[in-house]
């Protein structure tokens, strides 16, 4: 009889649960600051099925400041305008973005490009490994993983237990996460929407728009492509509820189809089907301790909008600086306080906005659906309105509160300025390297005095604007740390480097704007 083989120790600075596209940017970004990060995924090996679709400008932003926009550009197709309800169409061709549009491309491809990533920065990950239990101290986090034979170890058939020990967790292991349950935090919400169908599929009419949506009486439906010939497709109906594990109809489909887009484009030869239920849920925290929560581990909502993976995303380059900064001395433990306090707002904003879309979208009589497209029709014809609803949806108009008395550019989106020199062409091509940038005015730069905060030299990395613009010190994940408009070169110097010597405090901002 062969008896189970000892527990393997091994360590990491950090390690994240979930090969997902929140985990993956996390450990590309960990990485490229020189931390020794590990991801455990519990699937044996990659997979080709999707869930998301959209890349959102203000996650194309943040690729792009990793290098890794442009690739992923060219598996996919821009939309610049969505149709939501009936004619209503909303306009994302005036962003103020270099991407003013949505990326509609499926998730592998977005997965593929941030492992690649990450791989070539350094990062390990490992396929078949599932967590168990985790437990933490004062200095670390210590996990019980349960890895997959691989014939090497534990006989063949049966798997081996590995004991890890890292300094941070960090679980990005979606929503039926095992990191959440392991420390113990609830995930309060409901069901939004229950019986949804999908399918992937063959059309013999393509649509004529690159994604498809409508609503009718007897429910909705979304169509999008994969870019191969393939597409998929999301009905609801409405009077025909069924629990997850009944066998989808493609005929119900089809009928669903026909009443909300206006035709079933002959769709036939489905490859995989499924139903799902949408859930509407936030973790209360999304750090106890040494553990943290990111993407669908922490919050979880309607697909209406396609913020979801793009949340996450954001999410990810929010905390990975931080937990480099800290790991390397050079900002206190309390920095990472500012990871919940600025982005579980946004999870909570994205929650709401989502699900306000969804019931819009829901609505089941006549009356109420021409109503509902009538006040949206209206609103989008004030610019205003417009612009407002396309930064909140493309992520471009997401800000952390700063403190009082902050410049007005202070917890915002940095705006991607050109710059002069010979170096990077633009300010998202700065960030690549991972630091801070200080973008200086005309003359600044060539001032000597201490640019960089205490504690922080090598970290900061100073660029000139080609033109007229304040003096701005961003951070890594492309927010505005500080800023002033002082004219002349000396009084910026004396204020950056005043500002600077604040720096740790400044950025354990709180809330959205």
């Given at each position: 009889?062969?008896?189970?083989?000892?527990?393997?120790?091994?360590?990491?600075?950090?390690?994240?649960?979930?090969?997902?596209?929140?985990?993956?940017?996390?450990?590309g970004?960990?990485?490229?600051?020189?931390?020794?990060?590990?991801?455990?995924?519990?699937?044996?090996?990659?997979?080709?099925?999707?869930?998301?679709?959209?890349?959102?400008?203000?996650?194309?932003?943040?690729?792009?400041?990793?290098?890794?926009?442009?690739?992923?550009?060219?598996?996919?197709?821009?939309?610049?305008s969505?149709?939501?309800?009936?004619r209503?169409?909303?306009?994302?061709?005036?962003?103020?973005?270099?991407?003013?549009?949505?990326?509609?491309?499926?998730?592998?491809?977005?997965?593929?490009?941030?492992?690649?990533?990450?791989?070539?920065?350094?990062?390990?990950?490992v396929?078949?490994?599932?967590?168990?239990?985790?437990?933490?101290?004062?200095?670390?986090?210590?996990?019980?993983?349960?890895?997959?034979?691989?014939?090497?170890?534990?006989?063949?058939?049966?798997?081996?237990?590995?004991?890890?020990?890292?300094?941070?967790l960090?679980?990005?292991?979606?929503?039926?996460?095992?990191?959440?349950?392991?420390?113990?935090?609830?995930?309060?919400?409901?069901?939004?929407?229950?019986s949804?169908?999908?399918?992937?599929?063959?059309l013999?009419?393509?649509?004529?728009?690159?994604?498809?949506?409508?609503?009718?009486?007897?429910?909705?439906?979304?169509?999008?492509?994969?870019?191969?010939?393939?597409?998929?497709?999301?009905?609801?109906?409405?009077?025909?509820?069924l629990?997850?594990?009944?066998?989808?109809?493609?005929?119900?489909?089809?009928?669903?189809?026909?009443?909300?887009?206006?035709?079933?484009?002959?769709?036939?030869?489905?490859?995989?089907?499924?139903?799902?239920?949408?859930?509407?849920?936030?973790?209360?925290?999304?750090?106890?301790?040494?553990?943290f929560?990111?993407?669908?581990?922490?919050?979880?909502?309607?697909?209406?909008?396609?913020?979801?993976?793009?949340?996450?995303?954001?999410?990810?380059?929010?905390?990975?600086w931080?937990?480099?900064?800290?790991?390397?001395?050079?900002?206190?433990?309390?920095?990472?306080?500012?990871?919940e306090?600025?982005?579980?707002?946004?999870?909570?904003?994205?929650?709401?906005?989502?699900?306000?879309?969804?019931?819009?979208?829901l609505?089941?009589?006549?009356?109420?659906?021409?109503?509902?497209?009538?006040?949206?029709?209206?609103?989008?014809?004030?610019p205003?309105?417009?612009?407002?609803?396309?930064?909140a949806?493309?992520?471009?108009?997401?800000?952390y509160?700063?403190?009082?008395?902050?410049?007005?550019l202070?917890?915002?989106?940095a705006?991607d300025?050109?710059?002069?020199?010979?170096?990077?062409?633009?300010?998202?091509?700065?960030?690549?390297?991972?630091?801070?940038?200080?973008?200086?005015?005309?003359g600044?730069?060539?001032?000597?005095?201490?640019?960089?905060?205490?504690?922080?030299?090598?970290?900061?990395?100073?660029?000139?604007?080609?033109?007229?613009?304040?003096?701005?010190?961003?951070?890594?994940?492309?927010?505005?740390?500080?800023?002033?408009?002082?004219?002349?070169?000396?009084?910026?110097?004396?204020?950056?480097?005043?500002?600077?010597?604040?720096?740790?405090?400044?950025?354990?901002?709180?809330?959205?704007?």
């Open positions: 009889m062969s008896s189970s083989p000892s527990p393997t120790s091994r360590t990491a600075e950090v390690l994240v649960v979930g090969a997902g596209p929140t985990g993956l940017l996390l450990a970004d960990l990485a490229r600051a020189g931390v020794a990060v590990t991801v455990l995924e519990r699937r044996a090996g990659t997979s080709n099925l999707t869930r998301a679709f959209a890349v959102h400008a203000r996650t194309l932003e943040e690729l792009d400041a990793r290098g890794v926009a442009d690739e992923l550009l060219r598996t996919g197709r821009r939309v610049s969505l149709q939501a309800f009936g209503l169409r909303i306009d994302l061709s005036r962003l103020p973005s270099r991407f003013p549009y949505v990326l509609v491309t499926p998730q592998y491809e977005t997965e593929r490009v941030l492992e690649r990533r990450a791989k070539e920065l350094g990062a390990r990950i396929h078949g490994a599932e967590l168990t239990s985790l437990r933490q101290d004062g200095d670390g986090v210590t996990a019980a993983v349960r890895v997959a034979d691989t014939g090497s170890a534990g006989g063949e058939g049966q798997p081996a237990e590995d004991v890890w020990r890292a300094s941070y960090v679980g990005t292991d979606g929503v039926r996460s095992a990191v959440r349950h392991a420390i113990g935090l609830p995930f309060p919400g409901h069901s939004a929407v229950t949804v169908m999908l399918a992937d599929v063959r013999d009419r393509p649509p004529t728009e690159v994604l498809s949506a409508g609503s009718a009486r007897a429910g909705f439906a979304f169509m999008a492509p994969f870019g191969d010939g393939w597409y998929r497709v999301i009905a609801w109906h409405r009077h025909h509820p629990p997850d594990d009944a066998p989808v109809d493609l005929e119900e489909m089809r009928q669903v189809m026909r009443a909300a887009l206006g035709g079933d484009f002959g769709m036939r030869d489905a490859r995989w089907t499924s139903r799902f239920h949408s859930d509407e849920r936030q973790a209360p925290h999304y750090r106890v301790g040494r553990v929560l990111a993407g669908d581990a922490a919050h979880v909502h309607s697909p209406a909008g396609g913020q979801g993976m793009n949340t996450g995303l954001q999410d990810a380059a929010n905390l990975g931080k937990l480099a900064a800290v790991l390397r001395g050079r900002a206190p433990e309390g920095l990472l306080d500012s990871y306090a600025e982005r579980f707002p946004v999870g909570r904003m994205v929650l709401r906005g989502s699900g306000a879309l969804l019931r819009l979208a609505l089941g009589s006549a009356p109420a659906r021409a109503v509902r497209d009538a006040v949206a029709r209206a609103a989008v014809r004030i205003l309105a417009e612009e407002r609803f396309a930064g949806l493309s992520g471009v108009a997401i800000a509160r700063a403190p009082r008395g902050a410049h007005r202070a917890g915002r989106r705006p300025v050109p710059l002069a020199g010979d170096g990077p062409a633009r300010l998202y091509e700065a960030l690549r390297g991972g630091r801070f940038v200080l973008v200086a005015g005309a600044a730069a060539d001032a000597a005095g201490p640019w960089a905060p205490d504690g922080w030299d090598g970290e900061v990395d100073v660029v000139t604007a080609a033109g007229a613009a304040p003096t701005m010190l961003v951070r890594p994940d492309g927010y505005v740390a500080w800023a002033t408009d002082a004219a002349d070169p000396a009084a910026r110097l004396a204020a950056a480097s005043a500002g600077g010597r604040a720096l740790p405090a400044a950025l354990m901002a709180g809330e959205v704007n």
